[in-house]
């Protein structure tokens, strides 16, 4: 399981939250668990079982109306039994002073309360933003990845098949390298992978017997992206003429990265066809399959309606 520290979370945000820690310092190291913020909500009124001591909490406005309306006595009881939870840590938000119990029984029970001057919504946005980028699942995997007439491809294959090659004539075409030999991926919630490059070859292509070349400078910033979402796997084979290949395309296949299942097609290669087109035709249909049409199965079933009917004689 992927987990940040609060002072790590703290020490990188510190920036863009304008934050500041004003109490329970010693908690620092309580570690946030889940990518999505918390309201405490009903938990003021008592009743600390639904919170979950993995996820930053955030007071907002509306929630220190609420504990200002309380009686001291009351208060203070509340924010102890809230804080007996071992929180990883408290966000109050709009440059709000807290109450003064919040602060007490913070640091009696060293959960970090922290304060920023964003509003509120400003300052989720981007705590989420960075437990998305953080807490997310990540691997890498040795393709090219490409975005072709707005589908995430990812090109796999053993090594020397020709993936770059192929890549650099799709950029040709007009479409958009992302990450070529390390593709970075991450999941983003709830079920989105993430494709990116690897920083220190970010934009660069290796084409053997050429070398390196930069595709940001070559063909300009129009040509490449910093990310996409894979939504296609297009795994490059050599030939093998005994082998038998989708002729009609009816059953989709997947390929599993990160507990997701990605759509693949596996493409042979020989003499005389065309990569770029095929992947180009591939991204397309993927296209069209994502707006429920599915041309194979259409097909199907119009060839099934006419042997019903009598239109077609089987022989």
């Known amino acids: 399981m992927i987990t940040i520290r609060t002072k790590q979370f703290f020490d990188d945000t510190q920036s863009i939250l304008q934050s500041q820690c004003i109490a329970g310092r010693k908690g620092l190291g309580r570690k946030i668990i889940i990518p999505q913020i918390q309201r405490p909500g009903l938990a003021l009124t008592g009743d600390p079982a639904p919170l979950n001591p993995g996820r930053i909490q955030i007071l907002g406005n509306s929630e220190l109306r609420y504990l200002n309306k309380l009686k001291p006595v009351r208060r203070s009881f509340v924010l102890k039994k809230i804080c007996e939870t071992k929180l ?5 938000t709009n440059g709000k002073q807290p109450p003064e119990q919040l602060i007490t029984q913070a640091n009696k029970f060293h959960t970090p309360l922290l304060t920023t001057a964003l509003n509120t919504a400003t300052a989720i ?11 997310a699942e990540k691997t890498s995997a040795h393709g090219v990845l490409m975005d072709v007439a707005g589908i ?3 090109l796999m294959g053993k090594s020397g098949i020709g993936k770059s090659e192929c890549a650099l004539e799709l950029v040709m075409r007009g479409h958009r390298l992302v990450a070529d030999d390390i593709v970075k991926i991450h999941k983003r919630h709830p079920d989105a992978l993430i494709g990116s490059g690897a920083e220190l070859i970010q934009y660069h292509m290796e084409i053997r017997g050429l070398g390196i070349i930069n595709i940001k400078d070559l063909f300009g910033v129009g040509a490449v992206r910093e990310q996409k979402v894979i939504e296609l796997i297009i795994e ?3 030939w093998k003429p005994k082998q038998t290949y989708e002729r009609i395309g009816i059953n989709d296949k997947t390929m599993e990265i990160l507990d997701q299942h990605i759509p693949a097609v596996t493409i042979p ?6 990569l770029s087109a095929i992947i180009e035709v ?3 249909n993927q296209l069209l399959k994502l707006k429920g049409i599915h041309s194979a199965r259409e097909f199907q079933e119009q060839l099934t309606k006419k042997l019903l009917t009598g239109s ?3 022989k």
Do not use: H, M, T
């Open 152 to 154: 995430g491809v990812l």
């Open 269 to 274: 290669i020989r003499p005389g066809r065309s």
């Open 125 to 135: 946005v981007r705590i989420q933003r960075y437990l998305a980028d953080n807490l």
């Open 312 to 314: 077609i004689k089987k």
């Open 282 to 284: 591939a991204a397309r």
């Open 236 to 238: 490059l084979v050599e």
């Open 88 to 92: 990883c840590c408290f966000v109050i």
